[in-house]
């Protein structure tokens, strides 16, 4: 189990959200005066929704699968005859829509993310035990969020708050499931969730109650009409995204280059990107810090396609100042030229800058090129090797540089880095 859980957390976590919509659904009751044009209208929206989910930074979400089924939870149920739904009745229509419109979505060939479906889920459970599940004094909270002795305000304020839990129960779970994973690291995790996840997933916690709110007054019509706010937001992010992925192809474009004319051994722009991104980790950088980190690593060896004279393995370390200012003038000039990536040259410039200059005569050298100077030099020195023997020289070879050429504390941020 717990190799499964280390190996394929998403799989795990689908089967948990498996029992416990199988465990709904044998406990389920549903009679004919459930079926309402309100739930059907919800059933049918949460299978669309699964039609078309989003990807952003690797993740998927289904807003237009999450926002109708937050409404059919959060709404009253009851019928004429007073008979209201249980909560494993709610949750087991919600389970086996967003199941259906899986299912679906796999026979018309669309990948489906099982631990992304498995988060969704157990976060419309944990809304639906909190608004339907928790009884205190004969009420639910949506009893007590319809009760007509309430004032609208704060029933409203009752239910969005059962939303909010749900989704932040999502978006835990899903985080867990791409930190145990291993494929993300923390900053695509964290820059993600401060991103346009964020916006995309407050518009859709907020249509939720708002179409609990508005089903007594509007019925069925509440779910299609109060999801265009969704549908806007959703249209709108996935416009973004799609240009994020544009520029982000452009760059991994860009870095592959002295790659792919031979001028640096292969694999080292990733090495560097991958440790660079881990001092930034143990520097304690920000989501915001550690992308910048990571895009002047990228881009930190562009400067060699200026060279007249290729370098010996492609190590900038082997570099004379003239080459070094010839690098420099090279990146800053591909760079500079397409606005996007125009905020990177100072910072790609300055990462053949010897901290010393830092030092002597004040020059200011951005953190991000000092990380990924340190970086690029150890791949250099170790020239991709793991062994013992190549670290102990790497080592040796930057503490020999230490307030010269390295700066001291990323040095030591890589030192502990290397100790984990």
């Known amino acids: 189990m717990i190799g499964a859980l280390r190996s394929r957390p998403g799989l795990v976590l689908f089967g948990l959200a498996v029992v416990i919509g199988s465990v709904a659904a044998v406990r389920a009751h549903i009679t004919e005066a459930m079926i309402t044009p309100f739930a059907i209208v919800a059933v049918a929206a949460i299978i669309l929704g699964e039609q078309i989910p989003m990807r952003i930074s690797r993740r998927v979400i289904a807003p237009l699968t999450t926002a109708p089924a937050l409404g059919l939870i959060l709404a009253p149920l009851g019928d004429t005859s007073g008979e209201v ?66 004032h609208p305000a704060i029933g409203a304020a009752g239910l969005i708050v059962a939303a909010l839990g749900g ?78 992925q544009s520029l982000d192809e452009s760059l991994l474009a860009l870095a592959c280059l002295p790659e792919v004319v031979g001028l640096t051994r292969s694999g080292h722009v990733r090495r560097v990107t991958h440790l660079a991104c881990v001092i930034g980790q143990e520097m304690g950088l920000d989501a915001t810090g550690l992308h910048e980190v990571e895009r002047t690593a990228l881009l930190h060896d562009l400067g060699q396609l200026g060279l007249t004279e290729p370098l010996r393995n492609g190590a900038t370390i082997h570099s004379s100042p003239e080459q070094v200012d010839q690098m420099v003038r090279t990146a800053q000039r591909i760079v500079s030229g397409a606005p996007q990536l125009a905020p990177l040259a100072p910072l790609v410039g300055h990462v053949g800058t010897p901290f010393r200059r830092s030092r002597e005569f004040g020059e200011h050298i951005p953190l991000p090129s000092r990380i990924v100077r340190v970086a690029n030099a150890w791949d250099d020195i170790t020239e991709g090797t793991r062994s013992p023997r190549a670290h102990a020289v790497a080592l040796e070879r930057l503490h020999l540089g230490l307030g010269y050429d390295y700066d001291p504390e990323v040095v030591s941020a890589l030192e502990r880095a290397l100790e984990l």
């Open 85 to 150: 739904p249980s909560t494993w009745t709610v949750l087991a229509v919600v389970w086996l829509s967003i199941l259906l419109g899986g299912l679906l979505a796999r026979v018309r060939g669309i990948s489906v993310v099982e631990g992304s479906l498995g988060s969704r889920f157990i976060g419309m459970a944990v809304t639906t035990g909190l608004a339907r599940g928790i009884v205190v004094d004969g009420q639910t909270l949506v009893d007590w969020a319809f009760d007509p002795h309430l």
């Open 167 to 244: 989704g932040l129960a999502e978006r835990i779970v899903d985080n867990l499931v791409a930190v145990l994973g291993g494929d993300r690291r923390l900053a695509h995790i964290v820059a993600a969730e401060v991103g346009p996840i964020a916006g995309i997933s407050t518009s859709t916690v907020a249509s939720g109650p708002l179409i609990a709110l508005a089903k007594p007054v509007l019925d069925w019509a509440a779910i299609p009409l109060l999801l265009v706010p969704v549908v806007v937001t959703y249209l709108s992010v996935r416009r973004l995204v799609t240009i994020r």
